[in-house]
């Protein structure tokens, strides 16, 4: 797959003049598909009126003033049936449960790792959510605990998934499969988050024996594809060992 197929400046637009409120049913569903969506986003600034339909729902990125929603960044216009949201050309990456993304250890403390992905808080990885040397699932123990340094210590990079997230809006992450874990012997990059599009597989082999692993949060690990792993579908496996 070639990488400009999950990698895009900005969405495509077109001229913007406000979202149409010509309705003849109040009533109807409002449903489009994501080509749909796409080809109709504008760019908006903040404070920048958005519709005066009553019918739409507040999302991310937008406000209500006076019965009307405004955007409250400067993004892409983003419409799921009757959900308005503005997607941030630039800002802090907003995780949500699912997202495929790349992490930086930042704090070791008691049975769980603080992660920077990028969000406005530190994600956090707990002992019981990664996978031990060998692969072997089993009952954390306190020797365990002790060794964690040994799995992930500070400044390591792991490859991992987005599980929950709290009411207090941070993430809490896991690595509980083979396509996740620590990263070596690569190189790391970063983009703006809104530059990536979320697909079902982040991880994919370049010509030039190099593969790559899109992390959702704008994180980006370049490697060189193992030869033992060409015929699978992810070469980003790496347990923390």
């Not at 598909?33 to 080809?39: G, K, N, R």
């Amino acid at each position: 797959m070639d990488i400009s197929d999950v990698i895009t400046i900005t969405r495509p637009t077109t001229s913007f003049n406000n979202i149409d409120n010509g309705h003849d049913d109040d009533d109807m569903d409002i449903e489009m598909t994501e080509e749909q969506t796409q080809s109709e986003s504008s760019i908006v600034t903040p404070g920048e009126l958005i519709t005066e339909d009553p019918i739409w729902m507040k999302g991310h990125g937008t406000y209500f003033l006076n019965d009307k929603t405004y955007s409250s960044v400067a993004g892409n216009i983003s419409r799921v049936n009757r959900l308005l949201s503005v997607i941030p050309l630039r800002g802090k990456y907003s995780p949500e449960t699912g997202d495929h993304v790349i992490g930086r250890i930042t704090e070791v403390g008691n049975k769980r790792w603080k992660v920077d992905i990028g969000a406005k808080q530190d994600a956090i990885l707990m002992l019981g959510s990664v996978n031990l040397p060998g692969g072997v699932l089993r009952r954390k123990s306190e020797s365990d605990e002790l060794q964690m340094r040994n799995f992930l210590k500070e400044g390591d990079l792991l490859n991992c998934e987005v599980q929950t997230i709290f009411n207090n809006g941070i993430a809490s992450l896991h690595t509980r499969s083979l396509k996740y874990g620590k990263l070596r012997n690569g190189i790391f990059l970063k983009i703006p988050s809104s530059l990536i599009v979320k697909t079902k597989n982040h991880a994919f082999d370049l010509p030039g024996n190099v593969s790559v692993v899109l992390g959702t949060n704008g994180y980006i690990w370049l490697y060189k594809t193992p030869q033992v792993n060409k015929s699978t579908e992810s070469n980003a496996p790496i347990s923390c060992q």
